[in-house]
């Protein structure tokens, strides 16, 4: 029997009680849940109410095949939230033997505020089992937004948006909500878009790019050039961007702009109908907003042309900042199935409940986390070449799986709304903290330069986390985000070195990568960037706390840097060598048999080793950390050390850290010294 139809016959054999009309401790009935529009009259059970305090605790199905039985019988939209959640994390509880077994909690702290929101905890638990009370481990986690203090961030009932029947994604509300959306970011009225109209000092058009209404009344995808073209151009500046997932169909059989057909997209066009969804899609969304110009990778650069590619990606940044936005197609991973999506439109509708006794609503929504888990599926968050374009585009209108986003540079959470929360968010977190890097106001003159530095690391965190086939690209999909922050006033001498800027040095030596990826075998950076590793990075964010004090040792005494490409001085590097004055010594490294990572140190004083001690202690923890740069094949190393930060108490004279690059010595020498390349950093603690 599957475990929908035990379900089925558990409800059908019991008088189970709804989750949320079982008594429970100091609860003679809780508020009932039920999904509703904003604006419609609430209910109520009618026969008890609430007590007038809430409690810290209540059960919400007495068993998870009741759960169940309501997310897929009764059609309850919280269940199957819920129940969606609980099978990702908790597989088990789907076994048809812990059917009965199992109850879900509802828990939450106390307010002291009643303008506050209350974050709900949802818990799996074992009626017998011991439990943790005050840390309970969850399964889904909700917030409750007062009405009357957050209502102003969901969609007004009253407004004269269409009502939400369609299911969707680009129907004519949809529509309607991205036209508010750019009208708000446009006429900047709370001072909060003013980086969202910051374009490039000479605005330029792209060399070439598609006409919108011309595609739309004759079926013809005509290219048109802005030079050629000057007075059309002249009186219809504003044009968009598309950014998609090329995938594996799209580098074989997406339509493509080549040095063969170029002559005849001028002058013919290409049938629109030989496009897919995807684009024809990006042209509707064009027209949403009146604009004539449409840019598409693929479409706009001769790709079988390596002299039209380098210039035309040189231009590629002006392109995302210059446009009026970009239109992001999030769902798919190549452009076959288009940018909307049908959706169940309870999926963006808040649910709304309300308390009589209290004379008080409140929205339920999901946490930050739950809104934004759509971004882990969405093919597009995952590729570095997007990631760039996110970045340097000034607007962005996501169409996910689920609804519409609209992202731009607004600081103070004004650079969100969806669907959803269509008059922006009220919490602070949004697209699970890989922002725009704009929204931190790294413009403004008053802020502190190590802000600047830690959001350059998060961009960079982040993108090191994204897909390239190219991993030799990860350089260029860089350079122009870090084009951007060289102009962050005061602009002057170009400090930017391969992924890192020499107002950080030494400390930004200290990043650290994954060992579970091998390293590239083709040349990328030199070996002391993060870019060199081709692998997810965390980067030193100089944080150091109060009662701490932390020193270089080492000094970079000279920088030198060979460009590939000269005229790019935020691009590529052909070889990058530091040179360096500090305390280095000769450490070996001998990793234990089923030691999980531990290891013992060793130093060598002349010519002898002397033993230092294991990496562990079973009081103390970690006494010494390494992160190495590639895949380990042996057990046994010699390396040498290189000390670059030592930190200890202010107040006392113990509990010294010192901070280490791993190096290994190359047979290439350079000005007659000792040349090293980085393996990884060691971290020793409590000395």
Not at 483 to 507: H, N, Q
């Amino acid at each position: 029997m599957d475990v929908l139809n035990y379900c089925s016959e558990y409800l059908r054999a019991k008088d189970v009680p709804d989750a949320n009309e079982a008594p429970i401790e100091g609860f003679k009935k809780s508020t009932k849940w039920w999904k509703k529009r904003p604006g419609s009259k609430s209910k109520t059970n009618g026969e008890q109410k609430p007590e007038t305090k809430l409690v810290n605790s209540a059960i919400h199905h007495h068993t998870v095949a009741s759960l169940i039985a309501f997310a897929q019988i009764e059609k309850c939209y919280l269940c199957r939230e819920l129940t969606k959640s609980l099978q990702r994390r908790c597989p088990r509880a789907f076994e048809v033997q812990n059917l009965s077994n199992y109850r879900t909690e509802i828990c939450w702290k106390q307010c002291s505020k009643a303008d506050q929101e209350i974050t709900l905890y949802f818990v799996l638990a074992h009626p017998t089992a011991k439990r943790d009370v005050w840390n309970p481990t969850h399964y889904y986690r909700a917030k409750l937004w007062p009405k009357q203090t957050f209502g102003k961030h969901f969609d007004d009932p009253k407004s004269n948006l269409p009502a939400l029947e369609s299911i969707g994604s680009g129907s004519e509300r949809s529509v309607a909500l991205a036209l508010q959306w750019l009208a708000r970011c446009r006429a900047n009225v709370d001072g909060k878009h003013t980086q969202c109209k910051d374009q490039t000092k000479n605005f330029r058009h792209p060399n070439r790019v598609l006409d919108v209404f011309t595609t739309l009344s004759t079926n013809r995808l005509k290219l048109v050039s802005p030079v050629s073209e000057v007075d059309l151009f002249s009186r219809d500046r504003d044009f968009i961007t598309l950014s998609h997932c090329w995938g594996t169909w799209g580098a074989e059989h997406s339509p493509k702009l080549t040095s063969q057909n170029i002559r005849s997209r001028f002058s013919i066009g290409l049938d629109l109908d030989n496009t897919p969804k995807t684009f024809r899609q990006a042209l509707e969304i064009a027209n949403w907003f009146g604009v004539r110009w449409l840019w598409i990778d693929c479409l706009c650069i001769i790709q079988d042309s390596l002299e039209d590619w380098l210039l035309e990606a040189s231009l590629m940044a002006d392109n995302y900042k210059n446009a009026l936005l970009n239109i992001s197609a999030d769902a798919f991973d190549d452009a076959r199935k288009g940018c909307f999506v049908d959706r169940d439109p309870l999926d963006i509708t808040p649910i709304e409940t309300h308390a009589s006794n209290l004379d008080q609503s409140w929205y339920v929504i999901p946490t930050d986390h739950h809104l934004f888990d759509w971004m882990d599926n969405a093919p597009s968050f995952s590729r570095a070449w997007i990631h760039r374009e996110r970045q340097l585009s000034r607007r962005i209108l996501h169409f996910t799986g689920k609804e519409i986003v609209w992202e731009c540079c607004g600081t103070d959470k004004a650079g969100f709304a969806s669907e959803m929360f269509a008059n922006g968010a009220p919490f602070t977190r949004t697209f699970n903290r890989e922002n725009k890097f704009q929204i931190c106001d790294v413009l403004n003159e008053d802020i502190d330069p190590t802000d600047i530095h830690a959001t350059w690391n998060d961009v960079c965190e982040n993108l090191s986390r994204k897909r390239l086939t190219k991993a030799t690209d990860m350089p260029i999909v860089l350079s122009s985000i870090a084009e951007e922050f060289d102009a962050i006033p005061p602009a002057g001498e170009v400090e930017y070195v391969g992924g890192l800027w020499k107002s950080e040095f030494p400390e930004c030596l200290l990043w650290d990568s994954s060992t579970h990826f091998r390293k590239s075998e083709e040349y990328i950076a030199p070996s002391w960037s993060w870019l060199s590793v081709a692998a997810p990075v965390k980067l030193n964010h100089r944080v150091v706390p109060l009662q701490w004090w932390q020193d270089a040792v080492v000094r970079v005494e000279d920088i030198e840097l060979e460009l590939k490409y000269p005229n790019q001085p935020f691009g590529r590097l052909a070889s990058g060598v530091l040179t360096m004055e500090g305390h280095l010594r000769r450490i070996r490294l001998s990793f234990k048999e089923g030691g999980k990572g531990s290891f013992d140190l060793s130093v060598y004083d002349d010519q002898t080793l002397r033993h230092i001690g294991s990496s562990w202690d079973d009081y103390i923890g970690d006494l010494c950390r390494i992160s190495m740069d590639d895949m380990i094949d042996s057990m046994e190393f010699d390396y040498f050390c290189l000390f670059v930060t030592i930190q200890q108490w202010k107040d006392v004279d113990t509990s010294r850290s010192i901070a280490c690059l791993l190096l290994e010595a190359t047979e290439e020498g350079h000005n007659n010294g000792d040349t090293y390349r980085r393996i990884g950093t060691l971290d020793l603690e409590d000395l």
